[in-house]
């Protein structure tokens, strides 16, 4: 299977063999999960396509389901998602990895296309997928493969609404579980990891600090959220612009500003989109920004900030650190842009903490098990997941650190269940 495997130096793989092995010993939940549930024989012989950013948690998810007996496939949504040192390490464990950061991103299908030719070869297989990539190749250019689809499950809130979209259409032709709307997904990862490490990222990338400055947050969902309040709990002075007035109370009674763009352009000294839409921050934007403005995305999607356009506005562009391009535009400012306008905390940074990927690793390797196991009893559409998985995988984590919680009587189950009291 080794050989089946495209990476940019396969020599780079005792680093990345390093990295696999801090976050292993760091994902005591998903260790239980594979323990308990994942040693059934459900995988056993069943192909496993996974599109997730290539780092070392991704791939000790990968590592976990081949263990279990399954035929996996991995690739990146893009080459700038891509840690080849663990691309390399990770094609030595039995996994056949297809990414590299040298790929051309107007390819980005083409990896995408080799996992599903791999996993779904004389088999049946699960996705679990990011942004739907798997999903709409799967539907598009993969469509012979379509029928030894048994599922997907996808990790982002894009991704989740383009699985919607299809099945509003009734184009879905398998049944997706939205394994970002389980709670031990977005509460965690949405929140608290896009909230530590963008702004980790951020303060790596730029070397300034964070306390008192403007900091701007486009988008009041979980990852908006989480922005925010650690920002603010660093002493940022923090605005927020959004297009749900129910979202802008809500920040509003949090404790932050809350205003539109335009207005917010003239203020901000950071600006971090985080909406999952395109062209929140565009032309009419740059032109009211200060000089020294930095710019970050930390939505799902690589538009949310109109790069194209911030560059054809520009006399000079030039990289001025690691990860930040300064941008010369009209008056004599310069906008500095962090990431490439691309998703901060993995095109900047080393993603989520492991801590945080651990919960929602543990979400997807129940969500493919049980696309394996129940595919033919679920409907073609969208489903979340089941509340008692869930509940499940927050239990084993509060068991790890040596928490628990408490359980309902008979009594009060019956009174919470009863309408005749």
Known sequence: MKGASEVLDPGLAPEGHRKIDWAARHSPVL???????????????????????????????????????????????GPFFVQDDVAAALAERGVAVYASSRNPPEEADRPLERVLDFALDGREAVLIDDRAGLGRLAHTTRRNLLPRVRG???????????FRAMEAEGA??????????????YLFDNRYGTGQSTLTALMHSTNQMVGGKRVVVLGYGWCGKGIARYAAGLGARVFVCEVDPVRGLEAYADGFDVLPALEAAELGEVFVTATG??????????????????????????????????????????????????????????????GRGMVVNLTAGDGHP?????????VQALCARRLAREHRSMHLGVHLLPEEIDEEVARIKLQTVGMSVDSLTPEQERFLTTWRE
């Open 31 to 77: 260790n239980r999960v594979r323990d308990r549930y994942l040693k059934d024989g459900t995988f056993e012989g069943l192909g496993v396509g996974v599109a997730l950013p290539i780092e070392a948690k991704t791939a000790y998810l990968t590592v976990v389901l081949a263990e279990a007996g399954a035929r996996v496939a991995v690739a990146s949504p």
């Open 277 to 338: 839409s395109r062209d929140v921050l565009r032309e009419e934007h740059f032109e009211r920004m200060r000089d020294g403005a930095i710019l970050a995305n930390a939505g799902g999607v690589d538009v949310e900030i109109d790069v194209a356009g911030l560059r054809d506005a520009s006399s000079e562009v030039r990289e001025v650190r690691r990860n930040v391009e300064e941008f010369s535009v009209s008056g004599g400012r310069r906008l500095y842009l962090v």
């Open 152 to 162: 997907a499950s996808e990790e982002t809130t894009s991704g989740v609404a383009k």
């Open 354 to 362: 492991v801590e945080i990927m651990d919960l929602t690793f543990s």
């Open 172 to 185: 879905l032709e398998f049944p997706a579980i939205a394994a970002n709307d389980a709670r031990c997904k």
